[in-house]
């Protein structure tokens, strides 16, 4: 069974202080992993792809990395606009997202 | 790019009625739509899958008759709550996710804003 496991729950940062959330995964034949980031209230945003082992997008001050089995999330330099929920979603084909990471930034 | 549009936002009304909610790709066309429904401050339940054209399907221990789905074209999917009672009460979320060079399955969804439904 698929099984996706997002840590820490949640994470309270000073802005600027550089931290990582992770994403660890068991898929049969992943196709594909997402990050997101939900806002309260709101539909989550489409954040990156990452399709292979070794490969890392970038987006201002986020950069998300692959393995075999799991992904992180590096947040450079955080600002308090960069609080929000972060979920992960490997193998998009059967729509299995993580319990999200929680992120405050405080200035 | 990749706008999806979910109606209403907000919605609250009295235990028995039978609410739709709508979701629209805006500028793509959705070979798969999913619904999801939020609990606070838990992740996304997937409810049902659809694709257009064809029957959703549904997740184990969604009430198939009570979430009913039309998925008649490209870009609008519908979620009807039929007789809606205050347990129903929740944050719905539809996404939407098109074709691309890869494999349909390995785009990306795109989420709507989301529709609080309050149920009295």
């Known amino acids: 069974e698929d099984q996706v496991t997002q840590s820490p729950e949640a994470l309270r940062l000073q802005e600027g202080e550089s931290s990582s959330l992770n994403c660890s995964y068991t898929?049969?034949?992943?196709?594909?992993l997402f990050w997101y980031r939900q806002d309260p209230g709101k539909g989550p945003e489409f954040l990156f792809t990452?399709?292979?082992a070794g490969e890392e997008k970038e987006k201002e001050r986020l950069k998300a990395t692959l393995t075999k089995k799991e992904s992180f999330l590096h947040i450079t330099a955080p600002k308090p606009e960069d609080s929000a929920t972060y979920l992960c979603?490997?193998?998009?084909?059967?729509?299995?997202f993580g319990d999200g990471t929680t992120l405050t930034v405080k200035p | 790019g990749a706008v999806v549009s979910q109606h209403p936002s907000w919605v609250i009304c009295k235990s028995g009625t039978s609410v739709k909610i709508e979701c629209r790709s805006l500028?793509?066309?959705?070979?798969?739509m999913f619904w999801y429904r939020q609990f606070p401050k838990q992740s996304l339940m997937l409810m049902a899958t659809?694709?257009?054209?064809?029957?959703?399907?549904?997740e184990q221990g969604v009430e198939k008759d009570k979430f009913l789905i039309n998925h008649a074209s490209l870009t609008l999917s519908t979620l009807t709550v039929t007789s809606a009672h205050p347990e129903d009460s929740s944050f719905y979320i539809c996404?939407?996710?098109?074709?691309?060079?890869?494999?349909?399955?390995?785009?990306?969804?795109?989420f709507g804003d989301g529709t609080r439904l309050s149920i009295l």
């Open positions: 898929v049969s034949g992943l196709r594909g």
């Open positions: 979603a490997p193998d998009p084909g059967k729509s299995t």
């Open positions: 996404s939407a996710r098109g074709f691309g060079d890869r494999v349909s399955s390995n785009q990306p969804q795109h």
């Open positions: 659809s694709n257009e054209g064809s029957k959703a399907t549904y």
């Open positions: 990452l399709y292979s």
């Open positions: 500028d793509f066309q959705a070979t798969t």
